[in-house]
């Protein structure tokens, strides 16, 4: 029942009202970003979400569009702002996704949306992460983050879906902001690491 009725509920309440705690902090940081990157404070992707369903993950913005003679992209050590650092570094650069869970396209607790071209490298196990919403933060997240490779992250993407209820999820949304409020590196995105594809097919050639 919590699963496929009370979840979007318990989502809906909590990321209303933390929007709404944490505007005082979000307007400034939106006009700042929109000056350190000429007019775009935000910044997007998509994702796959439940079912696989690609809707537009929405992020605040931690990294500039400088490019290089030839038109590419900088790599993003170079190109992620003093602001962008600060933003990461407090995990402030999540605050809009609430945005996403009010909207009912992800949920505060969940496998933490991947890339859209990561899907055809799924095991059937794997798949099962997408038969709920992803989540801000997660199982994984908790669990050692970046520390652990793709098979162990993916796994305790697998072992929340099975496990999931009401209990786990205020566990996991508790020890997310227990670390954020250590300051505790919260990675959230796979930006930084080997992609989960170079990941797959290295194994795949082994």
């Not at 369903?53 to 290089?68: A, G, H, Q, T, Y």
């Not at 038109?71 to 933003?87: I, S």
């Not at 933490?112 to 997660?138: A, C, D, N």
């Not at 209820?165 to 930084?192: A, G, H, P, Q, R």
Request: overall charge positive.
């Amino acid at each position: 029942m919590y699963r496929y009725f009370f979840k979007r509920i318990f989502d809906f309440s909590v990321a209303f009202v933390g929007f709404l705690l944490l505007l005082p902090f979000f307007i400034p940081l939106c006009i700042v970003l929109y000056f350190v990157n000429n007019g775009n404070p935000f910044f997007t992707q998509s994702r796959p979400g439940l079912n696989e369903k690609v809707f537009n993950l929405i992020k605040l913005k931690s990294m500039n569009d400088r490019k290089n003679a030839e038109g590419n992209l900088l790599p993003d050590e170079v190109r992620l702002t003093k602001a962008g650092n600060f933003l990461r570094k407090t995990s402030l650069d999540e605050i809009p996704q609430l945005i996403n869970v009010i909207k009912g396209e992800m949920s505060l607790i969940g496998p933490r949306p991947l890339r859209v071209h990561y899907l055809p490298y799924y095991t059937k196990r794997e798949s099962l992460r997408h038969t709920v919403k992803p989540g801000i933060t997660g199982l994984a997240q908790i669990s050692g983050r970046n520390a652990v490779d793709w098979d162990e992250k993916l796994e305790f993407d697998v072992q929340y879906v099975e496990k999931l209820s009401l209990l786990f999820d205020t566990k996991i949304l508790v020890s997310t902001v227990f670390k954020v409020f250590k300051s505790s590196e919260v990675i959230l995105d796979d930006t930084n690491m080997v992609t989960f594809q170079e990941h797959r097919i290295k194994q795949n050639e082994l």
